[in-house]
């Protein structure tokens, strides 16, 4: 591939927003990654910086799952743990409490998983 400004001059890289092959004269570097130099530096920064955000916000979003699935976890085996214990003298509902607590624990776990696609 050559330079797409220079068609004589063999290309060292491509611009990362127009995919077009660039000579070392032509190249710009913008945060690691190359741009055509005067023409597309400014688009490539913005690029880069959607980038940086999205993975910051992904990270975020890990973390909040992982928040949930802790605060469905402690709110769930509470249900279910007092469930458990009343169920001598509570009967069906005490099965109630217990069925509330299994599903706040699938959410926790479901929560769990979530998050950790984040990592
Ligand atoms: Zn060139
Ligand atoms: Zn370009």
Known sequence: MNCFYHPS???VGV???CQRGLCPECAAVVDDVLACKGRHEDEVR???QLTARNLFQSRR???VY???ATFYGLVGAAFAGFGLWQLKWLGLQAGLF???GVFLL???I???LEGRKYK
């Open 61 to 63: 979003a890990g973390s």
């Open 66 to 68: 992982m928040r949930n």
């Open 15 to 17: 611009c990362k927003y």
């Open 110 to 112: 479901a929560n769990y």
């Open 98 to 100: 217990i069925a509330l």
């Open 9 to 11: 001059v063999p290309a």
């Open 106 to 108: 699938y959410a926790a």
């Open 46 to 48: 913005q690029l880069e």
